[in-house]
Each structure stands twice: as structure tokens, then as C-alpha cells.
């Protein structure tokens, strides 16, 4: 880089800056006032509130798992109907990854379609598979405690027994098996000869069960039996009895709760105050009853219930007899008046059209409920739920359930839709309450509420909330709704979002500590070999966390016994599913435990289902990767099933088996892993060329936690692995995948930790100047990672210079800026360290062009990496470079973007930190008058650049500049302070100290002092700030007299001011006060009696500071003076004023000592008055908490005889 | 009433950690049972000065520790009886 052509870049600019000067309304510098920006107004094209808005901050998820696969890599747990995973038939469709590749990740693409009610719902993000929520059917009935306290005395309780769960499970899967043979028969044209199947199920019950079911049960039946079976009644119990059992006629069949079955639904009556919603026909989701009346076809004639005469002419006469209805049915409840359209008694003819849909119209809903009062919101679907609440009836004739019912309901839609002070009263009162409105009414309200499908985040939050609170004080009479509550958090589980799969997991494991393991056990037992996988797989998750609450031990043999299931392999598959979720969700926690949980599942690695096997080496990965570097011993007995498995699989179940080995081997002894490592090495390159990303992934993973591992050797890398390895992933089409991108990266970084830093880079180097921008960003990815943490000492001259050339290549080649190529650039000069002298011209000079360049952001880079690389140029001596491009930047202070402007304000600073004020060109004395307009600049990053710069300046060379000048910043700065980002206020008011001491704090006090008159706040608490700053700096003395002479302006704001300026100046000084506690004092006296409130606050936390700071130092006639004037405002009841006064009193304590202080205290502790009590035992309890050993002696003596402490009075 | 609550919330919170604390409805009974016990049990945690007490008493050190710890319970007699 000649002189010309810095002397051509620097004339080109300066040009520009003389051709914009002249325009009208440029933003560009004009020497003339010295301003680049005149206009006060907000930029147009940028957010105003930069706080608020704030694009570049940190997201703040950051860290957390924010996705979670719903499977786990499990994938074989979708019930495939594919054989063998893959089909027969050709598929020509996109691929899945392919059509969702907008759908989720970084790539996700708001869908414009939607409305924003409906983007807040929770369902409408939901994928398909978390959606089969929904097709749970209708929440189980309530289940019978069989650990409850009556249990013993065989009291029937309402609710199904484990035995009735078991079996109602039995029959769904052979539901499902039956209707898929159908399926296949359709399929295969077999449709007219149905070919009769043994059914594993018979159909009448089995005698010796029956028989030995509990007499409850028995009994149970034969009581439903008369009193739906009139007709039989009289005939004796034998044959009757038989006949009917052998001929299932739909229609004298009632459901008896030991048998359950599928029931017709068409002659169902939805139940009112059932213990579940029913469900309503064709629905896939219950349907509270009231929601009915809002079916589409609500008021439609087709759908009207039959009447009694359509009903009479459709059945036949004879042989049927028209029933009572049962007890405690109850018809379904029209809905309040004008909230449905009512039914028009006249069809045909003309009519008027009345506007009487008012339901359509959206007015109709109600912000104002009865006894509940002013709501947030209330939606359409809401008064599917709390209708009730607006249908007027009269409470005084209701029954004391309906009451309640009623209570419950109140208390909860003010806690879902109120506002926050109602949802905190309401849900303490259903906390507080909750033992008396009994679980059941509790929960038949809530859970139904929780499987709303138009369910927003916020009301499943809140609802999830009550139920974690009444879960406490229930306790054990949760048991009968344990299966209903986890049907509807078991989904939470599995939600996308971090914080409520937590929520999910904190209810399941209270809701198991509330149950007790038994009755967990019982309840989830059933779902265990559920026949749909989505249920299965919820359940293990949901085990998962009961075993994290209660323990791993106490599951243990449940799960032994599950795992070895020979019933079915959905047992087995959800059993081994459950261990693989434990060390997930514990962690290293496992360890004690891992033994037993290996040997559980150790058997399974063989098992004859595929699925089955998959899971289990999945969850030997999950184990290994939780007890990591830990417990290779407890994983002994498979190591050898695991590596002839390995050998023997193919497709999926290879790619689990490797990644139960890519775990494992880290946790070896050296030497075994070495030899491990070998072995699956072949296995491993063999995959290497796999097409399967799942497989392509697993092998990356695989192959960088081998490279990590101790044994595992640098020449045997090299010679075996690195060739294949580069060949197969050193692809272009690797760099067009994200997620394959980042895993190559990665596996590559692991590898050159091994292999060392000149066997990557050689085998890389050229692809930075390949044509496909992606790869060239892949490689110097990679090669920034490898040289941060191994350096570039192992390069030689021919590598240094190719990869040089290919950093500059990619930095000039890039079309889409963001940071990773600048760092890459950046790490690889600064690593060269002295070698990269040679190449320097060359880079300044692309640097300089592309600071010209037309593009904001390209400047932008260019500016920042010149401070990266001022370090390297300090190494390489070469200051008379740092020189040239400090005056060009100089030059481009005028810049109109102002992410540009704060980088090239950024470049400048780290150019003055490295070669010193002294040395800096331009000298500091011209640079710092360009500076002092850009701190009128709003932006942020300008802002936090420029004062950063400043700063630096007065620090270290305020010598250099005339103090007008620093006067003239001082107004600037003070601007500064109403900043809205912390460290530029906090940088403003460190500055303010650094000008002060170098011009004196006279000037800048004055400006300061007056700073206090201003209106805003914040501006008035910083400048306090800045003036307990410059007493510090300049010394209290300097400062002091001019802030008690502006207390005498009588100004509020300006009194007030001085008070928070002496707070921070005694808090600042600490000791030194002690040298104007009496000085001080009469301008407190005036403070502490003055009407205002904020005043006497304020005085008092100069009072706090003060005492603080002169504890032990003979002040303390003045500080019970202090003492005196603040003890009166003991009565506030602000609790801002209180707060500060009670701290002062504290402070005052350890200025004085305690029992001087407590002589005050004594008086009041049994006053008369509560409110004198109140005030006197919060004193009396912060000093019994801060100083109570020191009360001891200073208790009174009290003269009756019961109290005697004659232990001190001992002399010797 | 946010406040008050709040207040109240906090009392508690420090009732449960120190049992010394008191509040507005403090009895007579239950204020001087803390003082006592606070005494004594500040005398038995500063092993100087209860050594200068048991000199002072011409009894063993361990007997005077025993005898305080004796009289920490009920330290100033029964509670008074609950009057409704």
C-alpha cells in the first residue's frame, strides 16, 4: 500500500465530504458549526425505542433447549404401516424435510393467513403429531382409589377399577387389530368373503374372573341389573340371566361398569354435570355439554331432537315400552335467552329479516359477568363454559352443590380472564378453598377447560397454575382424577416450548407425590400398551418424571417387569422408552441408579421387534451421555451384545446401535477405547457414503466423540480416517444443509483437536476460494474455531500464504454479511502473529478499498476489522500503518449510517488503546472537536463508541485539549445521561470524574448544579450521580460549599437534587465523612423536618450514608441528634419513605450503638394503639435480626418477678 | 391491600426463620419468653463471660450451662390459660 494511494482514498472522501457540505440538509459534517447532525427530529427509518426494540440484543432463550423432538430419534415409534421402513412402491414426492423446511427452525416463515387471535393459540402451532392430543377421545372416567382409607371396609366407590381400565384397554386393541385386517382385506379386494378370525377375545366374560372379582363388583352388577332389566325381574336369576348374556341385543344392554365397551353413541345423552364430558358424535374432542347449543346447525330443523310423535311413527308399537328417564339425567340446558338465535316457528311465506342473530354479530358477549365483575376479555368460547354464570336463575333456590359449582365457576374465569389483582385473590381463594369444593367439582371444571382447543398460552398457564395449588392442599383425594389430570398435562410434556414442558413436569411430579407411587403406577399401567404410539409415548415421559420425583429406586422393579413383558412389545418398547427418558430428564443423577436401569433394559437389545431394539440402544445413549465420564462398569454386560448388534444391523437400527456406541467409548479406559474405536471405525466408514441424513448425522456424532477420546491416536486418525472423512463430508452439498453445515463443522474441530491444526487446514485451505459462498463460509468457519483454540504455530510458509490469500478471497468475495467471515478473518491475522508482516499491504489495501465501497454495510466491516487486527499490527510493529488508517478514518467521521459511524468510531479507539494518546494521528486536540457533535448522535452503538472514546481521551490525555473544549462536551455528556442503555450512562458519569479532575470541578459543577433544575427524572438523578462522581475525584471539599449554597434556592426539584447529589457523595466517600458530619448537619435538620414527603426520604438516605460512613469515628452526638429529627417519621406508611427511614435508623444503630437505639424502641412495643405497635416491632425485629446478640444486655428490666436476669449483675 | 399482603407475606417469612421476632399482637407471655431464652442462650455462646458467671455463682461451668439450658424451657412460667 503505496502513500498514493492512501492519498487517493483520503482525497476521493474528502471531496465527498466538501460536496455535501453544501447541500441543504445533509447529514454530513459542516466545519462551519461543527454539527453533522442538525435535525432534532427521529430518524424515520429506525425504531425509536431502541430499548425496547432492540435487534441486536441476545435472545433470550438463548441457552435453553427451545425445540424438542417430539421423538427423540425414535422414529420408529410412528406405527408405521410400511414394511420393514421402506415401501415397495416408489414414492415421487417431495421429501418431508423438503416441504417443511419453512415450517420450523431458523427458516420459519410466519404464515400471513393467519389471524392473530389464532396465532396466539396454543393448537395452531402444534404439529400434527402433538395434535393427536385431541383424538385421546373423551377424558377416562373418574378411576376408584383403591388405596383410599374405606377401601378395607369394601364401601363401593364410584369410579372404575384397575381390572375395568385393563380390560376396556384389551378390547381397544382388538379393536384396532380387527379393523386393521379390514383395512388390509379392502385393500387387497377382499371385500365380500369376510374370513372368520379367532378372536383372542371372547366374547362373554370369563366365568372364573368374574367370579373372582371383588364382591363389590359382583354386587355392582346384579344391582344395575334390576333396575334396568325390569322385564326380567321376576324370573329366577339362572336361566334368564344366561339367555341374555348369550344374545347381546344393543338394546337391553346398559353399560355395567364391568364391562365396559364400545358403546353406540347416537342414543348417548350428553350429561350435565357429569364427571366427563361426553363425547359428542363424529367428534374427535369432548364437548361440554353447553357448547352443543353452538353447534353450527344449533337452531336447524334437520337437527332438532325428534319429537314424541315422529318417534312413535318411526318404531314399532308392540314389544317396547316407552322408559321413565333415569334418575339424575337431566336435559340438555338451553342456553340464555339472545345467545342463540332462537329457532323462527314459521317456515315459508315472507318474513322479515330481524336482526335477532345478535350470536353473529360478536356484540353479544358479555365483559360483565354477574358476581364477577370487570373482565380482560371474555371469548366467544368462554361462555361455552360460563354460561351458566349469565342465565340469571336464582341462587337462593339452588342447592348447595349447585352453589358451589357456581362458586368454582366465578373463581375460575376471574382467574383465566381477570385482571391481575382478581386472578390473585381468586386463585387464593380456590387455593384456600380447595379442600371443601372437593377435587371432583374442582377438576370437572378445569380439565375440560385445559382441552379447549382455541386455548391460548396464557389461560393454559394460569389454569395450570390452579391446578399445581390445589394439588397441594388436596392431597390424596386427587386419586380418582390422577389418569384425567395427566391425559391433559401429559401434552405439556412434549410442547415446544421450554417453559411449559417445566410446568408439565413440576404438576406430574407433584400430582405423583400427592398420589403416592401405587396409585400412579395403577393409573398409567393401562397406557402402557395403549394401541395409539402418541399415548405411549406421552406416558414415558410421563413415568419419566414420576421416577425423578419419587425416586428411581421405588420404580425400578416396575420397570424390570415392564421390559420383560411377553404380552405385547408396546409394553416393552414404552418400558424401555421410560428408561431412555430418566437419565434425560435427571441427568448425572442417574448414576447410583445406572446399574439397575442397564440391567433393566440389557435383555431387550435382542429383542425380535426391531422398534424395540432401537429404543433400547437409544436409550443406552441417553444413559452413557447422562453419567459421562462415568460408569463404564454398570455398562459391561452389553458392550458385547451392543457390538455384535452393531455388525449385524442395518439402516435405522445401525444408526441407534452407532450412537449408543459413539457414547459409550468416551467413558473407556484408553486402551478399550482405542481397540473399540478400530472396531467401529470400519463400520463407520462404510457409512460414511450412506445417502441417510439420520445416518450421516449419527456417523459425524460418532466420529468426533471417538477423535475426543483419550486412547484414541493422532497417527491412526491421520492415516485412517482424516482421507475418507474429508472426502465424504467435504462437500458442497453438506454446506447447503444448516443442520449438516454445523455438525460438519463441529466434527471437523473435534478432529483437528487430535490431529492438530496444519492436517485441517491443508485439506481445506483451497475450498476458500471455491465458488459456492456457503462452502467457502463452512471452511473459514472451521478454520477460525481450529486456530482460536490450537493457533496457527504449525503452519509453514506455503500453507500461510494460500490461507491468507483464501481469507482475503472469501472476506472480498462475500455477498451476505454477517459476522462469521469478519471473525474468521480476524482470528486467522491475529494468530500469524509476526508472519503476517509480509501480507499486510495487501490486506490494509483491501481494507481501504472496501471502507470506500457504496454499500453501508461493507464499510461497516471493513471498519471492524481494523479493530480486530490493530493487535496484529501493534505485533508486527507497524504503527506507521495504524498512523495512515487513523486519518483516513478521521476523515470518514462524517459517515451518514450510523452503524457505520460507530464502527469506524470503534476502529479509532482500539487504534488510540494501542499506540497511546502521544502517538495517536491525528492528534488527539483535533480529533476530539470532531467528536464532540457525534455525541448528539441517538444511536446507540455511535453513542456507546463516542463516549467510550471520549472517555479514553480524558482519562489519559485531557491535557491535551483546551478546556473550552471539555466545557463544551460536559454539555454534550449531559444528554448522555438520559440514555437509555445502562453502561453509557454509567460511561457519561465516569467521564464527567475524568474532565473534572483534568479542568477543575469548578466549571463543571456549575454545569452540573444547573443540570439539577431540569424536569426529567432521570436526567436529574444521573446528574446527582455525576456530582457525588466529582467530589469523589476532586475531593468533597471542592465540592460541598457550592451544593449547601444551591440547597438554598427554593426549588423543589433543585432541593431535592442536592440531597440525592449528598446521598451518592457520602456513599461515595464512606470516611472522609467524618470531617463534615457537623457541617452538614443544620442543612439535615432543615430537610428532616420539611413537609414534603420525598424530602424527609431523601434526607434520610444521606442520613443512612453519613452514619454508615463515620461508624466508630466520635460522631455520635451527631448522629442521635440525626437520630431525633428522624425517629418521628417512624409513622409513614409509603413504603418508599418508610423503607428509607427504617434504613436510616439501622444505619443510625450501628453509628450509635444498639441499646441507645432500643431505648427509643421500648416505648412503643405494647402501646395501646396498633398502629404505634405496628411501626415499633418492624424496628424491634430489624434490630433483634441485625444486632440481637447485642440487645441482650439492654433488655429491660421488667419488675415482676417472673422475668429474672440477675446474671449480669454479677461483679467479681 | 397488595402491600399489605405482601407485608404480611414477609413477616411470616421471617417469623419462620427467627422465632425471636415479634409482631403488633405480641403477647406479654411470649416477648419476655424470648428475651430469657435469648439471654441464656447468648450467656452459654459466649464462653468467656460464662465462665466469669459460673466464677461469680462458685459453680462449675458446665453445671451453670446445664442449669441455663434447664431454664429455657418455660422460661417464665406456664403460658397463661386461653380465655374465650
Given at each position: 500500500m503505496s502513500d498514493k494511494d492512501f492519498e487517493a482514498i483520503r482525497r476521493l472522501q474528502a471531496e465527498r465530504n466538501s460536496a455535501n457540505a453544501g447541500k441543504k440538509g445533509s447529514k454530513t459534517f459542516d466545519p462551519s458549526t461543527q454539527r453533522t447532525d442538525t435535525s432534532t427530529k427521529a430518524s424515520l427509518t429506525e425504531s425509536f425505542d431502541t430499548e425496547l426494540y432492540e435487534r441486536t440484543a441476545v435472545d433470550k432463550f438463548a441457552g435453553?433447549?427451545?425445540?424438542?423432538?417430539?421423538?427423540?430419534?425414535?422414529?420408529?415409534?410412528?406405527?408405521?404401516?410400511?414394511?420393514?421402513?421402506?415401501?415397495?412402491?416408489?414414492?415421487?414426492?417431495?421429501?418431508?424435510?423438503?416441504?417443511?423446511?419453512?415450517?420450523?427452525?431458523?427458516?420459519?416463515?410466519?404464515?400471513?393467513?393467519?389471524?392473530?387471535?389464532?396465532?396466539?393459540?396454543?393448537?395452531?402451532?402444534?404439529?400434527?403429531?402433538?395434535?393427536?392430543?385431541?383424538q385421546r377421545g373423551p377424558l377416562t372416567p373418574t378411576r376408584a382409589d383403591p388405596f383410599a382409607a374405606n377401601s378395607q371396609a369394601g364401601v363401593q366407590d364410584d369410579g372404575l377399577s384397575y381390572k375395568d381400565i385393563m380390560k376396556t384397554r384389551e378390547i381397544e386393541r382388538e379393536e384396532e387389530r380387527i379393523s386393521k385386517i379390514i383395512a388390509e382385506k379392502e385393500a387387497n379386494g377382499e371385500t365380500g368373503a369376510v374370513v372368520e378370525h379367532q378372536a383372542t377375545l371372547k366374547d362373554t366374560p370369563d366365568k372364573e374372573n368374574s367370579e373372582a372379582g371383588s364382591t363389590v363388583a359382583v354386587a355392582a352388577v346384579r344391582k344395575r341389573k334390576n333396575r334396568w332389566d325390569t322385564a326380567t325381574e321376576p324370573v329366577a336369576n339362572g336361566e334368564t340371566n344366561g339367555a341374555v348374556e348369550k344374545k347381546k341385543s344393543r338394546w337391553d344392554e346398559r353399560v355395567a361398569p364391568g364391562q365396559p365397551q364400545k358403546r353406540p353413541r347416537w342414543d348417548e345423552v350428553p350429561a350435565v354435570g357429569g364427571a366427563t364430558p361426553a363425547a359428542a358424535a363424529g367428534l374427535a374432542t369432548p364437548m361440554h355439554p353447553s357448547q352443543v347449543a353452538f353447534m353450527p346447525f344449533g337452531g336447524d330443523m334437520r337437527n332438532a331432537p325428534l319429537s314424541d310423535e315422529a318417534l312413535n311413527m318411526m318404531l314399532p308399537s308392540e314389544g317396547y315400552k316407552i322408559l321413565d328417564p333415569p334418575p339424575g339425567y337431566e336435559p340438555t340446558r338451553v342456553a340464555p335467552s339472545g345467545l342463540m338465535p332462537p329457532t323462527p316457528g314459521v317456515y315459508g311465506g315472507f318474513m322479515m329479516q330481524t336482526p335477532q342473530s345478535n350470536s353473529m354479530m360478536g356484540?353479544?358477549?358479555?365483559?360483565?359477568?354477574?358476581?364477577?365483575?370487570?373482565?380482560?376479555?371474555?371469548?366467544?368460547?368462554?361462555?361455552?363454559?360460563?354460561?351458566?354464570?349469565?342465565?340469571?336463575?336464582?341462587?337462593?333456590?339452588m342447592t348447595v352443590e349447585e352453589l358451589k359449582e357456581r362458586k368454582i365457576m366465578r373463581l375460575l374465569l376471574k382467574v383465566k380472564n381477570g385482571t391481575p389483582a382478581m386472578r390473585k385473590t381468586a386463585l387464593r381463594q380456590l387455593t384456600d378453598s380447595a379442600r371443601q369444593f372437593n377435587a371432583g367439582p374442582l377438576f370437572n371444571q378445569i380439565l375440560p377447560l385445559l382441552m379447549e382447543k382455541t386455548l391460548e398460552d396464557q389461560e393454559r398457564h394460569l389454569l395450570v397454575k390452579v391446578i399445581d395449588r390445589i394439588l397441594y392442599k388436596l392431597d390424596d383425594l386427587v386419586r380418582p382424577f390422577v389418569h384425567k389430570i395427566l391425559v391433559v398435562i401429559e401434552p405439556l410434556l412434549i410442547d415446544q416450548d421450554y417453559y411449559a414442558r417445566m410446568e408439565g413436569r413440576e404438576i406430574i411430579s407433584n400430582l405423583s407425590?400427592?398420589?403416592?407411587?401405587?396409585?400412579?403406577?395403577?393409573?398409567?399401567?393401562?397406557?402402557?400398551?395403549?394401541?395409539?404410539?402418541?399415548?405411549?409415548?406421552?406416558?414415558?415421559?410421563?413415568?419419566?418424571?414420576?421416577?425423578?420425583?419419587?425416586?428411581?429406586?421405588?420404580?425400578?422393579?416396575?420397570?424390570?417387569?415392564?421390559?420383560?413383558?411377553?404380552?405385547?412389545?408396546?409394553?416393552?418398547?414404552?418400558?424401555?422408552?421410560?428408561?431412555?427418558?430418566?437419565?434425560?430428564?435427571?441427568?448425572?443423577?442417574?448414576?447410583?441408579?445406572?446399574?439397575?436401569?442397564?440391567?433393566?433394559i440389557a435383555g431387550n437389545l435382542s429383542d425380535e421387534q426391531p422398534r424395540v431394539r432401537t429404543v433400547t440402544s437409544l436409550a443406552i445413549a441417553a444413559l452413557a451421555e447422562a453419567s459421562n465420564p462415568y460408569g463404564i462398569d454398570s455398562f459391561n454386560d452389553i458392550l458385547h451384545p451392543l457390538w455384535t448388534g452393531a455388525r449385524r444391523q442395518r439402516g435405522k437400527s445401525l444408526t441407534s446401535f452407532l450412537k449408543a456406541v459413539g457414547y459409550l467409548i468416551p467413558l473407556m479406559d484408553g486402551e478399550y477405547a482405542n481397540y473399540y474405536t478400530t472396531q467401529i471405525m470400519e463400520i463407520l466408514l462404510r457409512e460414511f457414503s450412506s445417502p441417510d441424513e439420520?445416518?450421516?448425522?449419527?456417523?459425524?456424532?460418532?466420529?468426533?466423540?471417538?477423535?475426543?477420546?483419550?486412547?484414541?491416536?493422532?497417527?491412526?486418525?491421520?492415516?485412517?480416517?482424516?482421507?475418507?472423512?474429508?472426502?465424504?463430508?467435504?462437500?458442497?452439498?453438506?454446506?447447503?444443509?444448516?443442520?449438516?453445515?454445523?455438525?460438519?463443522?463441529?466434527?471437523?474441530?473435534?478432529?483437528?483437536?487430535?490431529?492438530?491444526?496444519?492436517?485441517?487446514?491443508?485439506?481445506?485451505?483451497?475450498?476458500?476460494?471455491?465458488?459456492?459462498?456457503?462452502?467457502?463460509?463452512?471452511?473459514i468457519e472451521t478454520i477460525e474455531k481450529v486456530v482460536t483454540s490450537l493457533g496457527a504455530a504449525d503452519l509453514d510458509g506455503e500453507l500461510d500464504k494460500r490461507l491468507v490469500d483464501g481469507a482475503l478471497h472469501t472476506f472480498q468475495e462475500q455477498s451476505v454479511e454477517d459476522d462469521t467471515i469478519l471473525n474468521g478473518v480476524g482470528t486467522i491475522i491475529n494468530a500469524l502473529g509476526t508472519r503476517i508482516d509480509f501480507y499486510l499491504p495487501q490486506i490494509v489495501s483491501t481494507i481501504l478499498w472496501r471502507l470506500n465501497n457504496k454499500q453501508a454495510t461493507v464499510r461497516m466491516q471493513a471498519a471492524d476489522l481494523i479493530s480486530r487486527i490493530t493487535m496484529a499490527l501493534r505485533v508486527c510493529d507497524r504503527d506507521d500503518i495504524m498512523g495512515k488508517l487513523s486519518i483516513i478514518l478521521y476523515e470518514?467521521?462524517?459517515?451518514?449510517?450510523?452503524?457505520?459511524?460507530?464502527?469506524?468510531?470503534?476502529?479509532?479507539?482500539?487504534?488510540?488503546?494501542?499506540?497511546?494518546?502521544?502517538?495517536?494521528?491525528?492528534?488527539?486536540?483535533?480529533?476530539?472537536?470532531?467528536?464532540?457533535?457525534?455525541?448528539?448522535?441517538?444511536?446507540?452503538?455511535?453513542?456507546?463508541?463516542?463516549?467510550?472514546?471520549?472517555?479514553?481521551?480524558?482519562?489519559?490525555?485531557?491535557?491535551?485539549?483546551?478546556?473550552?473544549?471539555?466545557?463544551?462536551?460536559?454539555?454534550?455528556?449531559?444528554?448522555?445521561?438520559?440514555?437509555?442503555?445502562?453502561?453509557?450512562?454509567?460511561?457519561?458519569?465516569?467521564?464527567?470524574?475524568?474532565?473534572?479532575?483534568?479542568?477543575?470541578?469548578?466549571?463543571?459543577?456549575?454545569?452540573?448544579?444547573?443540570?439539577?433544575?431540569?424536569?426529567?427524572?432521570?436526567?436529574?438523578?444521573?446528574?446527582?450521580?455525576?456530582?457525588?462522581?466529582?467530589?469523589?475525584?476532586?475531593?468533597?471539599?471542592?465540592?460541598?460549599?457550592?451544593?449547601?449554597?444551591?440547597?438554598r434556592v427554593p426549588e423543589l426539584n433543585v432541593q431535592n437534587g442536592v440531597l440525592k447529589s449528598l446521598s451518592f457523595l457520602f456513599e461515595y466517600i464512606g470516611e472522609m465523612a467524618k470531617d463534615y458530619v457537623y457541617a452538614i448537619t443544620p442543612l439535615l435538620e432543615d430537610a428532616l423536618i420539611d413537609r414534603d414527603q420525598v424530602h424527609r426520604q431523601t434526607a434520610a438516605s444521606v442520613v443512612k450514608h453519613i452514619a454508615l460512613g463515620v461508624v466508630g469515628l466520635g460522631c455520635e452526638d451527631a448522629m442521635l441528634h440525626l437520630l431525633n429529627l428522624v425517629w418521628p417519621n417512624l409513622f409513614e406508611t409509603s413504603p418508599h419513605v418508610i423503607d428509607r427511614i427504617l434504613e436510616a435508623i439501622d444505619a443510625i444503630r450501628n453509628a450509635v450503638g444498639t441499646g441507645t437505639v432500643m431505648n427509643y424502641a421500648w416505648a412503643g412495643l405494647f402501646h395501646p394503639a396498633r398502629k404505634v405497635r405496628q411501626p415499633y416491632w418492624r424496628i424491634y425485629n430489624d434490630a433483634y435480626v441485625q444486632n440481637g446478640d447485642s440487645m441482650v444486655p439492654y433488655y429491660p428490666i421488667l419488675d415482676e418477678g417472673s422475668l429474672q436476669r440477675p446474671e449480669l449483675a454479677i461483679f467479681l | 391491600m397488595a402491600d399489605k399482603l405482601r407485608a404480611q407475606q414477609q413477616l411470616e417469612a421471617l417469623q419462620a426463620r427467627y422465632v425471636g421476632t415479634g409482631h403488633a399482637d405480641t403477647t406479654k407471655f411470649e416477648w419476655t419468653s424470648n428475651i430469657a431464652r435469648d439471654t441464656y442462650s447468648s450467656y452459654i455462646g459466649h464462653p468467656p463471660m460464662l465462665e466469669y458467671i459460673s466464677l461469680g455463682m462458685g459453680q462449675p461451668r458446665e453445671k451453670v450451662r446445664a442449669q441455663m439450658i434447664d431454664k429455657m424451657i418455660q422460661p417464665v412460667g406456664k403460658p397463661p390459660a386461653v380465655q374465650d
Open positions: 435453553y433447549n427451545n425445540s424438542i423432538a417430539t421423538n427423540d430419534g425414535d422414529d420408529d415409534m410412528e406405527d408405521a404401516d410400511e414394511l420393514n421402513g421402506r415401501r415397495l412402491v416408489g414414492q415421487y414426492t417431495a421429501t418431508k424435510a423438503q416441504i417443511n423446511e419453512f415450517a420450523g427452525g431458523d427458516t420459519e416463515e410466519a404464515d400471513i393467513l393467519m389471524t392473530r387471535e389464532k396465532q396466539a393459540q396454543i393448537a395452531s402451532r402444534e404439529t400434527d403429531y402433538q395434535k393427536r392430543r385431541f356484540k353479544q358477549l358479555p365483559t360483565e359477568i354477574p358476581g364477577v365483575g370487570d373482565l380482560q376479555f371474555f371469548k366467544a368460547e368462554d361462555m361455552a363454559y360460563f354460561g351458566k354464570l349469565v342465565d340469571g336463575a336464582d341462587e337462593d333456590q407425590k400427592a398420589a403416592g407411587l401405587a396409585h400412579m403406577i395403577s393409573t398409567m399401567r393401562p397406557d402402557i400398551d395403549h394401541p395409539d404410539e402418541y399415548v405411549r409415548n406421552t406416558t414415558a415421559r410421563a413415568f419419566a418424571v414420576v421416577a425423578s420425583a419419587l425416586g428411581i429406586p421405588a420404580l425400578l422393579p416396575f420397570l424390570r417387569a415392564v421390559c420383560k413383558s411377553k404380552r405385547s412389545w408396546a409394553a416393552r418398547h414404552t418400558g424401555v422408552k421410560i428408561v431412555q427418558q430418566i437419565p434425560i430428564l435427571l441427568g448425572c443423577a442417574v448414576l447410583p441408579h445406572l446399574k439397575g436401569l442397564v440391567d433393566c439420520e445416518m450421516k448425522k449419527v456417523v459425524l456424532k460418532v466420529v468426533s466423540q471417538c477423535a475426543g477420546t483419550v486412547g484414541v491416536e493422532k497417527k491412526y486418525l491421520i492415516s485412517e480416517v482424516l482421507d475418507e472423512f474429508f472426502k465424504c463430508f467435504w462437500v458442497r452439498r453438506m454446506a447447503l444443509d444448516k443442520r449438516n453445515y454445523k455438525q460438519v463443522v463441529e466434527t471437523t474441530f473435534d478432529l483437528g483437536q487430535k490431529v492438530g491444526t496444519s492436517q485441517i487446514v491443508e485439506r481445506i485451505v483451497d475450498n476458500l476460494k471455491d465458488e459456492n459462498e456457503a462452502y467457502r463460509k463452512m471452511t470518514y467521521l462524517g459517515e451518514e449510517y450510523p452503524e457505520v459511524l460507530g464502527s469506524i468510531l470503534g476502529a479509532l479507539r482500539s487504534i488510540v488503546t494501542v499506540v497511546g494518546i502521544d502517538l495517536m494521528q491525528p492528534p488527539v486536540r483535533d480529533l476530539l472537536p470532531r467528536l464532540t457533535p457525534i455525541l448528539r448522535n441517538r444511536h446507540e452503538k455511535v453513542q456507546e463508541n463516542t463516549i467510550d472514546l471520549v472517555g479514553r481521551i480524558a482519562d489519559r490525555g485531557a491535557d491535551r485539549v483546551p478546556p473550552r473544549e471539555w466545557m463544551r462536551i460536559c454539555f454534550e455528556l449531559l444528554d448522555m445521561l438520559k440514555a437509555h442503555k445502562k453502561g453509557i450512562r454509567r460511561a457519561a458519569n465516569n467521564t464527567f470524574g475524568f474532565i473534572a479532575k483534568a479542568i477543575g470541578p469548578q466549571d463543571v459543577l456549575n454545569t452540573l448544579l444547573n443540570n439539577l433544575r431540569v424536569q426529567e427524572r432521570q436526567s436529574r438523578v444521573c446528574t446527582a450521580v455525576a456530582i457525588g462522581i466529582v467530589a469523589e475525584t476532586c475531593g468533597p471539599y471542592t465540592v460541598l460549599p457550592a451544593l449547601m449554597n444551591e440547597y | -
